[in-house]
């Protein structure tokens, strides 16, 4: 493959002070975030098949048979034609399920960053890069690419004096916010990988997410802002980093004016970011070198470090970004995911910014400060393409129409779906009110794993049918495959239901389990051999679409995210465990809300108690057991569980 020249690191001219970072700013910029330089990399379909070399190929369904057919192909020209290489890239792909090996462009070097920013900035440095729409309705801010690009390079070589080389980890625990961006982009200049966690995980969480990555540093908030509540993120990495002892400095960053706690570990981030530079040479990474982890529930165990690496990734979500929300220059992409989460990392960060789109970052909530939040915002920030969850559909949905009225929606060309099966009421709701009966819903099937969208309605095709609640259609290069959950074969036929499988790799996937390859194979390339299986459930109809059925193994899929049963159980064998601790807990809490003397003196666990069939508890038998009277129970006729006297009765026995 040929190489695209570098782009010579863009020298930053002005500096860029706190305030344009933490303070809402009205300036506006020549382009606005509209189109009116051209960063074209996203050619129309005529030129995409000629510069793919598909020959012969005229349509959109001829494009996709190409993309799996002559993969190599394909991939190699897209890979050449969007992303910029440092070093070209001698092998496609290097795949073999088997040994859950995945390898993409081996041999190339580029740098994540420098596609994300710099070349963006060389042809329009003041495009507006992203808009961070804070908590409070109004106060958004913009960013532009020169600016992302001097954040990004400062917090580099800040992360540079604090010990951070290439192939470090870095943890981040931070809300939405420029900052938070710019230490993803800022990480992947250096060539560490970072580790993003949703912050709104528990200490406990964190914990076990920063001693698996093994990070030395992490970077959060003093305190985030969500719904107008505060919430004091600082703390809970101060409990957090009390269990990690890999942890050698948290640098913090002020989302509010309230000081906390500072310790000799702690780095006050924007402070210390001021003294940098505003250049910081980008290193060049190889295709297959980690760009980040990002911990996802599986079905057993503890939640697994999933590892995303920097040429296909990105490729991938670009490509995705582009023809899956018909995504084009100019456009304003308002996505409503948390970063902690791949739908942030992909169609937040990395896809917007390779395709030097104009990417909103939300900071608060559905319902905040009415039901009319997303529709007041798209008015305001001119919205696009809106990328949301199923589960906060269902809950405007609740609320009426009205709050969906009451604003201008005439920018949306384009409405998301993602994280769940999303109901028929929900679809049409969204189709018919929210999107004015004019804008295709695009129902979106990914996960973590797959690092972008592999089924959706109209990745081929800008004129396809779509059917309200079905995925549709593979994504270019994605061959789905429906497999027999008993007997493991093919379903080759329309009109069958099965395991959803993908039987050849694609640049997007995820190369590994951090530190746990076995588990990785085990996982998702041993249940049906030759194919990576993603432990979803999957019907294709008689013409050949695909709808989602949900999780076929033990995840449980709540508003989206999701929970693996065996880490709730965990937690509460873990509690039956510390039935002293438990007890103890309980004697505290009575002598603190009634008196000491009310104290019980013992504290028996059990199942469940003696209950009627109408849910009353029987105490007269709980009376005769602590009495030892166990033979004069009574009439245990209305009882609903006859196992639970027996078991206080040798629960008892055992206490005394
Ligand atoms: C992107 C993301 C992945 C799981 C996935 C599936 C469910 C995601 C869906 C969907 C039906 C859709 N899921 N999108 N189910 N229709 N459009 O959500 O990643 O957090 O890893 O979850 O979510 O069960 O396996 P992740």
């Not at 290439?166 to 916010?177: A, E, K, S």
């Not at 039956?576 to 603190?592: K, Y």
């Amino acid at each position: 493959g040929a190489a695209h020249n570098w782009p010579s690191v863009v020298q930053v001219k002005e500096g860029l002070t706190r305030r344009d970072v933490l303070v809402p700013s009205r300036t506006s910029y020549p382009c606005g975030g509209r189109a009116q330089c051209t960063l074209t990399r996203s050619p129309g379909v005529q030129c995409f098949l000629r510069h793919v070399g598909a020959t012969g190929v005229s349509d959109h369904s001829g494009l996709y048979k190409f993309s799996v057919n002559e993969s190599d192909r394909f991939w190699g020209a897209v890979a050449r034609q969007r992303l910029s290489w440092i070093s070209p890239f001698h092998t496609v792909q290097n795949c073999d399920f088997s040994q859950g090996k995945i390898k993409w462009f081996e041999g190339g070097k580029l740098n994540v960053s420098v596609n994300c920013l710099d070349r963006h900035v060389q042809t329009c440095p003041e495009r507006v890069a992203l808009i961070w729409e804070r908590d409070e309705p109004g106060t958004e801010v913009k960013i532009t690419y020169r600016q992302l690009l001097e954040l990004t390079c400062r917090l580099g070589n800040l992360l540079k004096r604090q010990g951070v080389r290439r192939g470090d980890c870095v943890t981040i625990y931070m809300p939405p916010c420029p900052l938070a961006m710019a230490s993803m982009l800022a990480c992947a200049r250096i060539g560490a990988a970072h580790n993003v966690v949703f912050a709104g995980f528990s200490s406990e969480a964190l914990a076990d997410r920063i001693r698996d990555a093994q990070s030395s540093t992490v970077i959060t908030v003093n305190q985030g802002v969500r719904g107008g509540k505060v919430v004091d993120l600082k703390r809970t990495v101060d409990q957090a980093v009390q269990n990690c002892p890999t942890v050698q400095q948290v640098l913090v960053a002020m989302r509010t004016e309230n000081t906390v706690p500072m310790t000799d570990r702690d780095v006050p981030l924007e402070e210390e970011m001021m003294k940098e530079d505003v250049v910081c040479e980008p290193v060049a990474m190889d295709s297959e070198d980690v760009l980040f982890l990002l911990y996802t529930s599986g079905s057993t165990g503890k939640p697994k470090g999933l590892v995303h690496t920097q040429a296909g990734y990105l490729l991938y979500t670009s490509l995705t970004h582009r023809y899956v929300f018909n995504y084009h220059d100019g456009d304003v992409f308002g996505c409503v995911a948390d970063i902690g989460w791949i739908t942030g990392h992909s169609y937040i960060v990395y896809g917007p910014l390779c395709n030097g789109g104009t990417t909103v970052l939300f900071e608060s909530t559905p319902v905040y400060p009415n039901p009319g939040r997303y529709w007041e915002m798209v008015e305001r920030l001119g919205i696009n393409q809106f990328y949301g969850a199923p589960t906060a559909i269902r809950l405007l949905l609740k609320y009426g129409d009205e709050w969906v009225q009451n604003y201008n929606r005439s920018s949306l060309k384009t409405l998301g779906s993602v994280g769940e099966p999303i109901n028929t009421e929900a679809w049409e709701w969204y189709h018919r009110v929210v999107g004015d009966g004019r804008c295709p819903v695009v129902d979106t099937w990914w996960q973590t794993e797959t690092g972008g969208i592999c089924i959706a309605p109209r990745p081929a095709d800008p004129e396809a049918e779509i059917v309200p609640g079905m995925a549709m259609h593979p994504f270019y290069g994605i061959k789905p495959a429906l497999l027999d959950t008993e007997v493991g074969e093919v379903l080759s036929s329309n009109d069958s239901t099965g395991a959803l499988c993908i039987s050849q790799a694609w640049p997007g996937m995820a190369r590994t389990i951090h530190n746990h390859h076995q588990r990785f194979t085990e996982t998702y390339f041993h249940p049906y051999p030759g194919f990576f299986f993603t432990g979803d459930g999957a019907h294709r109809s008689k013409e050949g679409y695909y709808q989602i059925i949900g999780r076929l193994d033990d995840v449980i899929n709540v508003s989206g995210h999701r929970l693996g049963t065996a880490e709730l159980e965990d937690v509460v064998i873990y509690l039956m465990v510390e039935e002293d601790v438990l007890a103890q807990q309980l004697r505290e809490m009575v002598s603190r809300s009634i008196a000491k003397y009310a104290c019980p003196d013992f504290i028996q666990v059990v199942r469940c108690l003696p209950k009627t069939r109408s849910g009353k508890i029987m105490r007269r038998v709980l009376r005769k057991v602590v009495e030892r009277n166990t033979d004069e129970l009574g009439d245990l006729s209305t009882l609903d569980d006859p196992d639970s006297v027996h078991e206080v009765i040798r629960g008892h026995r055992r206490l005394r």
